[in-house]
């Protein structure tokens, strides 16, 4: 529901766009009562907006001519609201845009009235985002800034690419279709031609770029956010199923974030399903979660988590660690091979 404030500064744009309009064309536009409307002149006179009204049949209301709105009218919370914004992405993708969003700020607070700075000054203080992994450092920053243009001119691009756990490099054209931040990494989410599918690919995993000459046309049902899987590298993505017993179906409800779906059941346990393309990286998370929650499938996965599981185990065992130690101490008195055993006793 729109608020007052961003129902006045329609109604000045309005007046600005065609001038003499009447108050039920005004009302229609705003989707507000006449009588409404005709508060809302009120308001703006008393903020000091020139507004005249024409009587008449073919009458209505008007700017004084050579009005025009400030460039910048922020609501405290519109204010507050841009500003933050700007210093996440600043955050999010560094030199890419950390320049552009400082130069925003700045531009906007030149033009606020002090009230409203005071408001970015709390809120700086006190409204506080954490959490946000810092950026990659080892990202190039000529190849991220060759990567979004890329994206935003639709050309095609030739990459160097080092997948993931791989020594060697593989040359790959693609058609970028968007960049993602996620967890303090940079995507590009692109058609591999290669592969001859969506395929995301890590932007420091990029060791050389070179723009072609070609253009592409990205698909108009394109959905970043359905596509994207950072964990994709040329296998399909399987689904994780993870099941929750009552007495631990908080913790899922906790991790929201980790989950691509969350089912709860009469009982209150809790099913919750994500998707991967990669064993070891789903293991990293499933583990985080056991033995609290069950793994359901796929069964490859669930067999990499058992021997896992094993191996820590076993890594732990009290009886094998004694054997170790006792092996040490044995090591450490054993006589030497230029010493008699009796030396010892003297």
């Given at each position: 529901?729109?608020?007052?404030?961003?129902?006045?500064?329609?109604?000045?744009?309005?007046?600005?766009?065609?001038?003499?309009?009447?108050?039920?064309?005004?009302?229609?536009?705003?989707?507000?009562?006449?009588?409404?409307?005709?508060r809302?002149?009120?308001?703006?006179?008393?903020m000091?907006?020139?507004?005249y009204?024409?009587?008449?049949?073919?009458?209505?209301?008007?700017?004084?001519?050579?009005?025009?709105?400030?460039?910048?009218?922020?609501?405290?919370?519109?204010?507050v609201?841009?500003?933050?914004?700007?210093?996440?992405?600043?955050?999010?993708?560094?030199?890419?845009?950390?320049?552009?969003?400082?130069?925003?700020?700045?531009k906007?607070?030149?033009?606020?009235?002090?009230?409203?700075l005071?408001?970015?000054?709390?809120?700086?203080?006190?409204?506080?985002?954490?959490?946000?992994?810092?950026?990659?450092?080892?990202?190039?920053?000529?190849?991220?800034?060759?990567?979004?243009?890329?994206?935003h001119?639709?050309?095609?691009?030739?990459?160097?690419?080092?997948?993931?756990?791989?020594?060697?490099?593989?040359?790959?054209?693609?058609?970028?279709?968007?960049?993602?931040?996620?967890?303090?990494?940079?995507?590009?989410?692109?058609?591999?031609?290669?592969?001859?599918?969506?395929?995301?690919?890590?932007?420091?995993?990029?060791?050389?770029?070179?723009?072609?000459p070609?253009?592409?046309v990205?698909?108009?049902?394109?959905?970043?956010?359905?596509?994207f899987n950072?964990?994709?590298?040329?296998?399909?993505?399987?689904v994780?199923?993870?099941?929750?017993?009552?007495?631990?179906?908080?913790?899922?409800?906790?991790?929201?974030?980790?989950?691509?779906?969350?089912?709860?059941?009469?009982?209150?346990?809790?099913?919750?399903?994500?998707?991967?393309?990669?064993?070891?990286?789903?293991?990293?998370?499933?583990?985080?979660?056991?033995?609290g929650?069950?793994?359901?499938?796929?069964p490859?996965l669930?067999?990499?988590?058992?021997?896992?599981?094993?191996a820590i185990?076993a890594?732990?065992?009290?009886?094998?660690?004694?054997?170790?130690i006792?092996?040490?101490?044995?090591?450490?008195?054993?006589?030497?091979?230029?010493?008699p055993?009796?030396?010892k006793?003297?």
């Open positions: 529901m729109a608020s007052t404030a961003t129902r006045l500064i329609h109604l000045i744009m309005a007046l600005q766009r065609q001038p003499n309009l009447p108050a039920s064309k005004l009302a229609e536009e705003l989707e507000v009562s006449v009588r409404t409307v005709q809302y002149i009120g308001m703006l006179e008393d000091g907006v020139p507004i009204a024409e009587r008449g049949t073919h009458g209505g209301y008007s700017l004084v001519r050579g009005y025009r709105m400030p460039p910048l009218m922020f609501s405290a919370e519109e204010a609201a841009v500003c933050l914004g700007a210093e996440m992405v600043a955050r999010a993708w560094g030199k890419l845009f950390r320049p552009s969003a400082q130069s925003a700020v700045t906007i607070a030149n033009v606020l009235p002090e009230t409203q005071a408001d970015i000054n709390w809120a700086r203080e006190s409204l506080l985002t954490r959490g946000m992994p810092r950026i990659n450092p080892s990202v190039d920053e000529d190849t991220l800034q060759m990567v979004y243009s890329a994206v001119e639709h050309t095609r691009l030739e990459i160097v690419y080092r997948g993931r756990g791989q020594l060697n490099t593989e040359r790959r054209t693609i058609d970028p279709y968007a960049l993602v931040y996620s967890w303090g990494q940079q995507y590009c989410l692109a058609f591999c031609h290669l592969r001859g599918a969506l395929r995301s690919f890590r932007v420091d995993r990029i060791e050389a770029v070179k723009t072609l070609e253009t592409f990205r698909p108009a049902d394109f959905d970043a956010d359905e596509h950072p964990n994709a590298l040329d296998a399909d993505p399987f994780v199923v993870l099941f929750f017993p009552p007495s631990h179906a908080l913790i899922a409800k906790d991790h929201p974030c980790c989950w691509d779906s969350l089912m709860e059941h009469d009982d209150g346990a809790v099913t919750v399903t994500f998707k991967s393309a990669d064993l070891s990286m789903a293991a990293c998370r499933v583990m985080g979660f056991l033995p929650a069950r793994l359901e499938s796929p490859e669930i067999t990499l988590v058992r021997d896992k599981a094993r185990a890594s732990y065992d009290t009886t094998n660690m004694d054997n170790e006792k092996s040490d101490e044995l090591a450490v008195n054993a006589p030497s091979a230029k010493e055993a009796y030396a006793h003297y």
